[in-house]
């Protein structure tokens, strides 16, 4: 397993995992999930039980039909000078009546490979790639949810990590 030189190589999922995660339950509809989504800015979330135990993850393109294929008919979110446009979360909610009915187990991504907070940033990058991922959930050892790790976390800890006096 190759190992990453200074610093960067003692980086583990806890130093770099944004801890106050926005999730999603199992047994909320779609369309509240959705909201969930909207409201935060995001692409995707963990979802957890009652009890915070981790069981899956919802995306965008496991709600909004061809969104992240392809063949979408649907373009892709635009990224504006200073905002990103919700342009498919608007479109959602009119071409799936479902969405107010179905729950988000229905249709949440599982299994989803998980981390623990001890996992080095190497292990997080690599389980990143080879399920090309845009982000990875961190557990507790008791299967609650720790945190997140997204592209951006890895990113900002390489870049952080590079501007530190040496």
């Given at each position: 397993?190759?190992i990453?030189?200074?610093?960067?190589?003692?980086?583990?999922?806890r130093?770099?995992?944004?801890?106050?995660?926005?999730?999603?339950?199992?047994?909320d509809?779609?369309?509240?999930?959705?909201?969930?989504?909207?409201?935060?800015?995001?692409?995707?979330?963990?979802?957890?039980?009652?009890?915070?135990?981790?069981?899956?993850?919802?995306s965008?393109?496991?709600?909004?039909?061809?969104?992240?294929r392809?063949?979408?008919?649907?373009?892709?979110?635009?990224?504006?000078?200073?905002?990103?446009t919700?342009?498919?979360?608007?479109?959602?909610?009119?071409?799936?009546?479902?969405?107010?009915?179905?729950?988000?187990?229905?249709?949440?991504?599982?299994?989803?490979?998980?981390?623990?907070?001890?996992?080095?940033?190497?292990?997080?990058?690599?389980v990143?790639?080879?399920?090309?991922?845009?982000?990875?959930?961190?557990?507790?050892k008791?299967?609650?949810?720790?945190?997140?790790?997204?592209?951006?976390?890895?990113?900002?800890?390489?870049?952080?990590?590079?501007?530190?006096?040496?």
């Open positions: 397993m190759a990453l030189p200074g610093r960067l190589g003692t980086l583990t999922a130093d770099v995992m944004t801890s106050q995660v926005i999730v999603v339950y199992e047994q509809t779609l369309e509240s999930a959705l909201a969930t989504l909207k409201e935060h800015h995001i692409t995707g979330a963990p979802v957890v039980e009652d009890e915070n135990r981790f069981v899956g993850i919802l965008i393109s496991d709600v909004i039909p061809g969104e992240g392809a063949d979408s008919l649907v373009p892709p979110l635009v990224h504006g000078v200073d905002k990103v919700w342009e498919l979360y608007d479109r959602a909610a009119p071409s799936d009546p479902q969405l107010s009915t179905d729950k988000v187990y229905s249709r949440m991504t599982q299994p989803v490979t998980s981390i623990t907070t001890n996992a080095s940033l190497v292990e997080a990058a690599r990143m790639c080879d399920g090309h991922w845009h982000r990875v959930p961190v557990i507790n008791d299967g609650s949810l720790a945190g997140i790790i997204s592209t951006l976390d890895v990113l900002a800890a390489l870049v952080n990590t590079a501007d530190e006096p040496g």
